[in-house]
């Protein structure tokens, strides 16, 4: 099984619907973010989350939501998804510490909204 | 100015040869750095971190240049295997931010 789990792995949903990527690691990692990319554009961070109380906005988190119910669980929610949103969602996780370490990725999740 | 601004290629390279490529990035304050590889749109994987006295990896070196406010990665003897997108990633303020990403192609 893949340390970083994400669910769905495609999605394909309506405009103005609400809509919920799932994120589960099981390498302890203290440190969670959801990243999309766009062709072209690059990885934009969405949210990060240090631990369960610790949760902060990335550069693109207008429209998103997030949730950390464990160390090891990290969602994403499209409140109300436009189809600018169409894109493809990474979560990953890193070890906490002041100076950054690799992160692992999940495979992704390729979300369409028509 | 974005955080973390790469070179987009592509880079068409044939076998052998060697290429290098930049990453340039906005904060002095920036702490870590690393060379990510993706593959077809799959998940960006570690290739390296980047060290302040540089270091490398097999066919792979990569620098760091603090005062320039850069990273490089340089490939030699180039193999088809190592067509993919070059990402950078920096890592400042408990963010990881990455690049747009470089595109290489190595060509038979």
Known sequence: ?114 | RKEVEQDPGPFNVPEGATVAFNCTYSNSASQSFFWYRQDCRKEPKLLMSVYSSGNEDGRFTAQLNRASQYISLLIRDSKLSDSATYLCAVYNDYKLSFGAGTTVTVRA
């Open chain 1, 1 to 114: 099984d893949a340390d970083v789990t994400q669910t769905p792995r495609n999605r394909i949903t309506k405009t103005g619907k609400r809509i919920m990527l799932e994120c589960s690691q099981t390498k302890g990692h203290d440190r969670m973010y959801w990243y999309r990319q766009d062709p072209g554009l690059g990885l934009r961070l969405i949210y990060y989350s240090f631990d369960v109380k610790d949760i902060n906005k990335g550069e693109i988190s207008d429209g998103y939501s997030v949730s950390r119910q464990a160390q090891a669980k990290f969602s994403l929610s499209l409140e109300s998804a436009i189809p600018n949103q169409t894109a493809l969602y990474f979560c990953a996780t890193a070890e906490g510490g002041n100076y950054g370490t690799e992160a692992f990725f999940g495979q992704g999740t390729r979300l369409t909204v028509v």
